[in-house]
């Protein structure tokens, strides 16, 4: 979710010194690794499609009567707020997509900062929605979404702000959180779907509670693994 320095000349570094991470890039632009080397994207594709099916589409008649709105306390706003939290929320999963997807960031840079730019402002606007309604919603998982809602905003600003100071590879660490945190709907999803098709199903507001904290730590620990883990990769450069 970045895109990459430029090269420092060889003649600017003191002589056998490497140069820093946010200055290291791959050495030809044409070693682009094959989309079959990427197997996660369909996966990711396919994952944000089947959530928008389960969790949005039901929203999408505009009736509050119908819609699967949980219990809250007297608060007519509530619901064209979780519709607009919905909404802003569903363009950022869009977005982090293509944000994330290395043939959109290397050859279409256009693109990737265009999309870029959506994703910071969706993420904001429905962050801000969501810690607005979050106190009328039920108690069961409040601290566990606020904190991950608070942590989504900070991460995705500070990402935004290291990408306009040139500081590419703190950009990309803050967005992988970033994004680490806004698929949590999904983990979310999939553990209260399971949990309550268990033959001996788990009661509901043990699973709500789990779908406010699993996922996104979760998340994060898996996006860390990975930073660990490639830490030594050069950073691919855009076209």
Do not use: C
């Amino acid at each position: 979710m970045t895109y990459d320095i430029e090269k420092t000349p060889a003649g600017e570094r003191a002589k056998g010194q490497s140069p820093p991470a946010e200055q290291r890039g791959q050495a030809a632009e044409g070693r682009e690794p094959q989309w079959w080397r990427r197997p996660w994207i369909i996966p990711l594709v396919l994952v944000s499609v089947i959530w928008w099916q389960y969790i949005v589409r039901p929203f999408l008649d505009f009736n509050e009567e119908t819609a699967p709105i949980p219990p809250h306390e007297d608060y007519s706003l509530y619901y064209p707020t979780l519709l607009g939290h919905i909404g802003f929320g569903t363009i950022a999963m869009i977005t982090v997509v293509l944000q994330v997807w290395p043939r959109v960031r290397l050859n279409h840079r256009r693109l990737h900062r265009f999309s870029g730019r959506i994703y910071v402002v969706s993420t904001l606007i429905s962050g801000l929605l969501a810690l607005s309604i979050v106190r009328f919603a039920p108690p069961v998982g409040q601290i566990g979404v606020s904190l991950a809602t608070i942590l989504w905003m900070g991460l995705t600003t500070m990402g935004f702000i290291r990408a306009r100071q040139r500081r590419f590879a703190e950009h990309r660490r803050f967005m992988l959180y970033s994004f680490a945190i806004v698929m949590n709907n999904t983990v979310g999803t999939f553990i209260v779907y399971v949990g309550l098709r268990l033959p001996d199903p788990i009661e509901v507001n043990y699973l709500l509670e789990a779908a406010r904290w699993v996922g996104w730590v979760f998340n994060l620990i898996l996006v860390q693994a990975w930073l660990n883990h490639t830490a030594k990769r050069p950073l691919l450069l855009p076209r």
